[in-house]
């Protein structure tokens, strides 16, 4: 019985669903079609464009995650058993986030096959593939950081899984949306650059975040993830 209840904590049960599988399986039809385009067509394609491709699929895989590792908690009722369950509030934090990271670790190495892939179909080698790897493991663990504590935040203040992910959504667009007209005026353009709504999506789509985004949005999720731990440890969820 008690297993039962904590079984929703274990890497297995989050990471290994069909959700996941379909969204992969999504993102590497989407990357195959510009492999085949590259093949086809190589001027009106670059390399970069494989990896844009597969990234626009694995990107809402990346939120839907970020809302549901909490969002199953409350839908299932079990917010409170883990929380009373005696097992340190960080830990569990911790659990979940590894379970975000694994997911984005295995998503980027899908990724790099399908560019590694198109490579091998175009029979030529247009990027240094060691270093596109590290471009997109980094974009990706950046990313998947920075969501997860943004996701499980309007969780716990939402409550709905479904509400939680169009919320998410919502916050990442209409926030790239007003630093671009905060960018259009000198008194306000150089605190965009702090601020990761203006870059992380757009970073992470084209794997080319800057050690200066790097940092900032670490310190973002760092900062969201205190607020967090303070409601996870809020008593009384309903």
Not at 56 to 75: A, D, H, P
Not at 94 to 108: H, S
Not at 149 to 162: E, M, P, W
Request: hydrophobic fraction near 55%; aromatic fraction near 16%.
């Amino acid at each position: 019985m008690i297993k039962n209840k904590f079984k929703t904590i274990f890497l297995k049960q989050d990471l290994l669903s069909v959700t996941t599988f379909i969204m992969w399986f999504l993102s590497l039809i989407f990357g195959g079609i510009v492999i085949c385009s590259r093949y086809y067509v190589r001027d009106s394609f670059s390399v970069e464009d494989v990896y844009v491709m597969f990234s626009t699929l694995s990107n809402f895989l990346l939120i839907y995650m970020s809302v549901q590792l909490f969002g199953k908690e409350f839908k299932y009722r079990t917010i409170n058993i883990i929380r009373i369950c005696g097992r340190n509030h960080l830990e569990i934090i911790v659990r979940k986030l590894a379970v975000m990271l694994i997911l984005a670790i295995l998503t980027a190495c899908l990724s790099f096959l399908v560019l590694l892939f198109d490579q091998l179909i175009l029979n030529q080698l247009e990027v240094n593939l060691i270093i596109v790897f590290g471009q997109l493991l980094l974009a990706y663990v950046i990313y998947s950081v920075f969501l997860f504590v943004l996701g499980s935040l309007i969780i716990f203040l939402i409550k709905r899984t479904l509400y939680a992910f169009i919320g998410i959504i919502l916050i990442l667009r209409i926030g790239i949306t007003i630093m671009n007209i905060l960018n259009n005026f000198d008194l306000t353009s150089n605190i965009t650059h702090y601020i990761p709504l203006s870059f992380v999506e757009n970073s992470f789509t084209f794997a080319s975040y800057r050690l200066q985004q790097c940092i900032v949005t670490l310190i973002w999720s760092a900062i969201m993830l205190g607020v967090l731990s303070f409601l996870y440890r809020k008593r009384g969820y309903k």
